[in-house]
């Protein structure tokens, strides 16, 4: 499979790009969320934790991993 590297680069920035609007948006919300969902601020923080442990738990691997799958495409 032949690609360029241009369009991988594309490919994660826009991965990159949507975690971030997730990010972001997320804290915005967050005084809506409670009613909407009909949870308290407890689950909510929760949630965003568990999000923000995963998170951190994935982005090295992919880090690592980005530059050979991006080796690997050309």
Known sequence: ???SPNLF???VSTAHLVSHL???ILPALLPLLPDTMQVGFVELSFTIGLFTVVCALVQVPLG???PRLMAQSI
């Open 22 to 24: 997730h990010i972001m």
């Open 1 to 3: 499979m032949t690609s």
């Open 64 to 66: 690592y991993s980005s």
């Open 9 to 11: 680069l594309k490919q």
